[in-house]
Structure formats: structure tokens, C-alpha cells
């Protein structure tokens, strides 16, 4: 062929990404969330898509918008949504990427009413969430699967250890030490680890270019892996 399709490095291939934060609810009206912008996540739905791949993009809460015709968005909320989102479209996709920051712990109880102010304290139980990429790792066959880690000390080792626990093919690590990366910034910093816990430093870009680089080096592990 040579059409302008051929030169698609992701034509054919399936791409599940998680985005944003998620939002547990305390109450009707009120909820736990984090600052998450969803950012990165959409950056890297939007590159792979125009490499060519049919993108299903799961997102929490967030006023990203993309208009592209191979990016099926689904909208979720809390943690428990987006497990049973991600495991509904695992199955058929290559490529896996996990960057949503969902939250370690939900309400244990769900309050039917607006909860009332009271002069005294009040303490809301807390149960942890189902961790939605070690689920994945555990049933993971074809697929690459690639987690991301916000870490602030022992950057490189905990991240390594989230590799192996996690069973994932590589981890992509966001460096808090420079300013300029993070959540509601236009630039990150990363550090890739692969599953033979080899790294690779990248500079601090904006986060359209880092998603070049994550997409890049999947493209590239991916190939290596099918042989
Ligand atoms: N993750 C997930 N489901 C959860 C929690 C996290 O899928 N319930 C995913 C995130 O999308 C990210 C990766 O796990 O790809 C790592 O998230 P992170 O918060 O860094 O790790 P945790 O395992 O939650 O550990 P901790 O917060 O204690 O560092
Ligand atoms: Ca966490």
C-alpha cells in the first residue's frame, strides 16, 4: 500500500486510556475528588488517534474536550464506574494506558440525605477502592499495559515496585521535582521504566510532546514484545 493510511504506525490497533480524577460521593451534593485535569490522558488519546488507532478513552470529571473521529469517550465518575468501564473494553484492546488519578478510598457508606452540619466533629469512614490497573495486570493477555505513578520520594524505587506488582509492561513516572510538572500544568517531566526495570529520562515538555514519548516507546516495547 501506499496510501497515506500505510504510514499510521497504529492503524488496526485498539488503545484504552483512563483519564482525570474520580469523584466518590459523601452525600448527594458533596464528594471526594483530587485536582487532576485530565490533561495528560487526553494528550495521549489525541496522539495515538491520529497515529492511526481506534481509541476508546475512559475520563472522569473533566472540562477536557476532544473532537476526533477514532475516540470513542466515555464518561464515568467514581472509581467503581471506571473499573467496570476499563474491564468492559479490556478484553478487545493491544494497548492499555492507565493514566486517570483514581482515588485510593471511597466513602464506606453513601449518605441518601444531605449530611447536616453538627457542632461536634465529624469523621466519614473510609474503605479502599478496587486498584483498576493491578486488576487488569492479572488478566492481562495481548495486551501492553502501562501504568503511570506520581510519586514524591524514593521516586525511582516505588515506582519499580508498582512494574512488578502490578504486572505491567511499563510504568510512566511524573517527576514532582522540577517545577512545571503535575496536574494542572501544560508541561511534564518523565521518567519510562519497562518491566526489565530499565529507565529512561525525558526532559520537562509540554504535554503534548511527552505524549509523543509515551506513544513513541509503547510503539516501539510493543514491537519488541510480538515476536
Ligand atoms: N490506579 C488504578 N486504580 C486505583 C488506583 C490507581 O488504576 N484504584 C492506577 C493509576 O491510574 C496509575 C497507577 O495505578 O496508573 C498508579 O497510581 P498511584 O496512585 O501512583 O499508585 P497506587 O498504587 O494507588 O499507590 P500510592 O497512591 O500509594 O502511591
Ligand atoms: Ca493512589
Redesign the pocket.
Known sequence: ENNILSKLPLRGKKVLI?AGPTYEAIDPVRFIGNHSSGKMGFAIAKEAANLGAEVILISGPSHQQIKHSFVKRVDVVS?DE??DA?HQYFNEVDIAI???????YKPKKVAHQKIKKQDSSLTIALT?????????GLIKKQQFLV?????TNNEIE?AKS?VIR?NLDA?VLNSLQDKGAGFATNTNKITIIDKNLNEKAFELKSKAAVAKDIINEIILRSKNQDT
Request: proline letters at 3%; a neutral charge; hydrophobic letters at 55%.
Open positions: 483512563t472509581a471506571m473499573y476499563a492507565l493514566a486517570a488519578a483514581v482515588a485510593d479502599p477502592t478496587k486498584d483498576i490497573l493491578a486488576s487488569l501504568g503511570f505513578a506520581l510519586e516505588n508498582k502490578k510504568i
